[in-house]
């Protein structure tokens, strides 16, 4: 029976950024990425680029209190990455 694996961007991101991700196909045979999580790899949009969107349309009120929440919650944004996603948002 085959396995069908779904993957976030994450997992994809960091594997390709250490040169490792041929296995996902070694381990698991075919891959299929869903065309949102590819666009999202390859025009490297990333949790920042999807918050400052969020908050260009409107749908977050702050994308400080969302890169705060991540942050607390392990996830690694560079000081220099969090001012730049807070400069372009008016948040700085």
Known sequence: MQKIIVSDTS???YLIQINLLNL???IYGE???PDAVNKEVFD???LVGILIT???KNLILSVK?????VILLGCRISEKLYNIALKSCNEL
């Open 11 to 13: 997992c994809i991101g």
């Open 24 to 26: 996902l196909q070694i």
């Open 31 to 33: 891959i299929i990425i």
């Open 44 to 46: 490297i949009t990333g």
């Open 54 to 56: 969020a908050k260009n």
């Open 65 to 69: 209190d969302a890169l705060d929440k």
